[in-house]
């Protein structure tokens, strides 16, 4: 009975925060989560995920919520620990969810841009044989694979509901954010309000795009050895807390055993963050 005091601890406190959230917030508090779920469903479109938004909104906290009840078994915590452990837990599991997003959702969108410059270059012959805009798109869904197939079907969709398919590209420029196709999207805009040769404007886009792939191939060349660099920094705080803790049970039990122990991990794990994403803003560089 005394160990499931603080899981009604920690339901009480979620409870509690999420009443003042919403009575404090108010329509301010609503406009934002509005924008948050706006912003969700973006992501899921972007990753691809057969599912729909509350299904997988429900996963990151169940598996905090089941991870929480593991750490309560484990380690048996008081019941104060156990209620300040619980929206670690679940932050940490939130953010991992996202964090899968946005990694499933970049990898598709660089395999779209890799795909970019042959999808040009198709529209540019399927314009130079007379056919139109919209049947050289059609053409390319017939000729590529995933992911390029699947978001020229879905212009190809929005313009079937009477969308216009510049509209429509636009909206393939947002779900797919890329420099590359924010170029082509406003490329064949502007030429379809001054005019000229469309298929020559797509050729030499297809151009810059290969040119400036070439640029980012030689950049991640220059900086393999800065990256190798932050891997290695980043690696030996858990290589030497891994090699203390398998060799020093003493050391390994007040780390793991103690709310001193937790609190170092924490701060421990704070500065890594920190560290990584320093070292990864340091290599990124816009081309």
């Known amino acids: 009975m005394v160990g499931f005091f603080p899981v009604l601890i920690g339901v009480g406190l979620l409870g509690v925060t999420g009443l003042l959230f919403f009575a404090l917030g108010g329509e301010h508090a609503m406009k934002h989560?509005?924008?948050?779920?706006?912003?969700?469903?973006?992501?899921?479109?972007?990753?691809?995920?057969s599912m729909k938004p509350e299904e997988f909104a429900l996963i990151p906290p169940g598996v905090g919520a089941v991870l929480w009840v593991v750490l309560l078994l484990l380690y048996r915590p008081g019941a104060i620990v156990a209620a300040l452990m619980l929206?670690?837990?679940?932050?940490?599991?939130v953010s991992g969810g996202m964090m899968f997003l946005r990694v499933r959702g970049d990898r598709r969108?660089?395999?779209?841009?890799?795909?970019?410059?042959?999808?040009?270059?198709?529209?540019a012959g399927a314009l130079r044989v007379g056919l139109g805009l919209r049947q050289a798109v059609i053409?390319?869904?017939?000729?590529?694979?995933?992911?390029a197939r699947r978001e020229f079907m879905r212009v190809i969709g929005r313009t079937n509901i009477g969308i216009s398919i510049f509209d429509a590209l636009d909206e393939l420029a947002?779900?797919?954010?890329?420099?590359?196709?924010?170029?082509?999207?406003?490329?064949?805009?502007?030429?379809?309000e001054?005019?000229?040769d469309l298929a020559r404007v797509l050729e030499t886009l297809a151009t810059t795009i290969r040119d400036r792939r070439r640029v980012m191939r030689k950049m991640g060349a220059l900086t393999a050895q800065g990256r190798f660099g932050a891997f290695i920094i980043g690696g030996m705080p858990v290589l030497v807390g891994g090699f203390v803790v398998g060799t020093q049970p003493d050391m390994a039990h007040s780390l793991l055993h103690t709310q001193i122990g937790f609190i170092i991990l924490g701060i421990v794990a704070a500065l890594e963050a920190a560290a990584a994403l320093s070292l990864a803003k340091i290599l990124q560089f816009d081309v």
Not at 87 to 93: S, T
């Open 33 to 49: 989560w509005s924008t948050f779920s706006n912003t969700f469903k973006h992501r899921l479109n972007r990753a691809d995920m």
């Open 194 to 196: 001054t005019g000229g």
């Open 109 to 123: 969108i660089n395999s779209f841009n890799q795909q970019l410059e042959l999808v040009l270059r198709m529209l």
């Open 87 to 93: 929206p670690v837990v679940l932050a940490l599991a």
């Open 174 to 192: 947002k779900n797919m954010p890329s420099h590359e196709m924010t170029m082509f999207a406003r490329t064949v805009r502007v030429q379809s």
């Open 139 to 147: 053409l390319v869904i017939e000729e590529v694979s995933d992911p």
